[in-house]
């Protein structure tokens, strides 16, 4: 059983940073493409950044291309979503997903795969 466990959310001030986590256990993800999803209150779910597990290339929205940065740790099996110079904008609960095969991001509703959320909220 795929579990994906996100951690880091909080409450940081605009043109802050914060980093969330995403410990993903149930099995090897070589195939798989890993993203961040966010949705604000009121908003559809939107595609933050994603990564292909193997070869580790990565993709932003336009949104938040420059500011923030993603990455995974294969011996920890963890995936990273470094955000700086946070706006308020930002603010949503971020969720961590896992998509099977070689579509690398996956439109918002295709991940196989959902990490519970994490809330991060970014204060003027």
């Known amino acids: 059983q795929v579990q994906l466990v996100e951690s880091g959310g909080g409450l940081v001030q605009a043109g802050g940073s914060l980093r969330l986590s995403c410990a993903a256990s149930?099995?090897?993800?070589?195939?798989?493409?890993m993203g961040w999803f966010r949705q604000a209150p009121g908003k559809e779910r939107e595609f933050v950044a994603a990564?292909?597990?193997?070869?580790?290339?990565?993709y932003y929205a336009d949104s938040v291309k420059g500011r923030f940065t993603i990455s995974r740790d294969n011996a920890k099996n963890t995936m990273y979503l470094h955000m700086n110079s946070l706006k308020l904008e930002d603010t949503a609960v971020y969720y961590c997903?896992?998509?099977?095969?070689?579509?690398?991001?996956?439109?918002?509703?295709?991940?196989?795969?959902w990490g519970q959320g994490t809330q991060v909220t970014v204060s003027s």
């Open positions: 149930g099995r090897t993800f070589n195939s798989y493409c």
């Open positions: 997903a896992a998509s099977y095969g070689s579509m690398c991001p996956v439109p918002t509703y295709g991940p196989d795969y």
């Open positions: 990564i292909r597990w193997r070869g580790g290339t990565t």
